[in-house]
């Protein structure tokens, strides 16, 4: 367990509607990231949070947004869902330094039919 | 956009064997990390490289931060099939405040045969 906690692990939906992901760092972590990744990309840097702001943009779809609660967890909402989005969705957060790379969690795997 | 090559795409070795991997990128990153990923799983942390030149170790796995700060290699020695998996290098630059975003290269699919 790596202390980043994603939900739910598997998701299947129908193209054109919307799903949330879920994500709750490890304790002490204030930086949430996002990350797509698929077969032919590779792990995508979507977008940052840190303390509940926005920090960095990444290759996100205007389709795709996030936010970062003050609890620290985000969620990642994906809307008009397309066959193409179908993908691992990786959430990672990482302490105040953030020298120390990303501790990532177990991914939610999103399925567009 | 910062974008890292990474190489080779795949391997399939003999248990036992030595191998090695590397990232290049036309940009200068502050902090090269290795990450491994197994089916099912998020990457995990393997070794960070602060310091250009900087070589570590972490048990049978060793990697170097290149001097120009443009590359990295990671090695595994004496490969055992739990080393299987898929293996990605990781820049991350110096953007100052608190934004730390990863680039990532597309990865190495490591298959050891027992």
């Known amino acids: 367990d790596s202390g980043v906690t994603q939900t739910p692990k598997h998701l299947i939906t129908a193209t054109g509607q919307r799903v949330t992901l879920r994500c709750s760092p490890r304790s002490g972590d204030l930086s949430v990231y996002w990350y797509q990744q698929s077969l032919d990309q590779g792990l995508q840097f979507l977008i940052q949070?840190?303390?509940?702001?926005?920090?960095a943009k990444g290759n996100i779809l205007e389709r795709f947004s996030a936010q970062q609660f003050p609890d620290l967890h985000s969620e990642l909402n994906l809307s008009s869902l397309e066959l193409g989005d179908s993908a691992l969705y990786f959430c990672?957060?990482?302490?105040?330094?953030?020298?120390?790379?990303?501790?990532f969690g177990s991914g939610t795997r999103l399925t567009v039919v | 956009g910062q974008q890292l090559n990474q190489s080779p795409q795949s391997m399939f070795i003999q248990e036992g064997e030595d191998v090695s991997m590397n990232c290049t990128s036309s940009?200068?990153?502050?902090?090269w990390l290795w990450y491994k990923q197994e089916p099912g799983e998020g990457p995990v942390l393997l070794i960070a490289l602060y310091k250009a030149g900087e070589l570590t170790s972490n048990g049978r796995l060793t990697a170097q931060f290149g001097i120009t700060r443009k590359d990295s290699f990671l090695n595994i020695s004496a490969s055992i099939p739990s080393d299987v998996g898929i293996y990605f290098c990781?820049?991350?630059?110096?953007?100052?405040?608190?934004?730390?975003?990863?680039?990532f290269g597309k990865g190495t699919l490591l298959t050891v045969n027992p």
């Open positions: 949070y840190y303390n509940g702001e926005e920090r």
């Open positions: 990781a820049g991350q630059g110096d953007s100052g405040g608190s934004n730390y975003k990863l680039t």
């Open positions: 990672a957060s990482s302490p105040p330094q953030g020298v120390y790379g990303y501790t």
């Open positions: 940009s200068i990153f502050n902090t």
